[in-house]
Structure formats: C-alpha cells, structure tokens
C-alpha cells in the first residue's frame, strides 16, 4: 500500500496531512514542513511502506512530487561491528 503525504499552504502556515486524515500539522514555514515530510517519509520506508511527498506552491499548484521506497533487506547494513573491526574496551 502507498501512503501519500501532502505539504500545502496554509492560511497561516504550511500544513501536513498524511493520507487525507482529518488531523493536520502546521508548520511556519514550507522548508520546515517539506524538512518534517521528508522525516515522516523516511521512517515510514524503514517499515516497509512507499510513501510519496506531493508539495504544492501557494498559487495551489504542484511544485514536486518525491517518492520514499523501502530498502530491500539485503541492502541493509549487517548487524554487529564491520568486519575487521575489533569492538571497542568497555
């Protein structure tokens, strides 16, 4: 399933809704609201779900579109220290 999360201007503000949920997040500024999508986004990924960011200007029109995918598990980094790496003296 895809989750959508929407950075839109606000009256007084920029908003975040995920998925058309009634709750929203208002940000003062659309930097701090893109900054807080992209966090949002990234976490989701990190639990399997592809998310995409839409970002609207304040004319109402889409600016950009980003896309967050989850890693494929063998992309992961192994548990444990780097081989070759003696773990450090408590």
């Known amino acids: 399933m895809s989750r959508t999360i929407a950075v839109r201007p606000a009256a007084y503000g920029w908003s975040l809704r ?3 949920q009634e709750g929203v997040l208002v940000f003062a500024t659309g930097a701090l609201a893109e900054t807080t999508a992209r966090g949002l986004a990234s976490r989701l990924a990190g639990a399997g779900e592809v998310t995409d960011i839409l970002i609207y200007l304040r004319d109402g029109s889409l ?3 980003l896309r967050s995918t989850p890693q494929h598990p063998t992309a992961r980094a192994p548990n444990g220290p780097a081989q070759g790496v003696e773990p450090a003296a408590a």
Request: no cysteine.
């Open 63 to 65: 600016a950009g579109r």
């Open 18 to 20: 995920i998925d058309a």
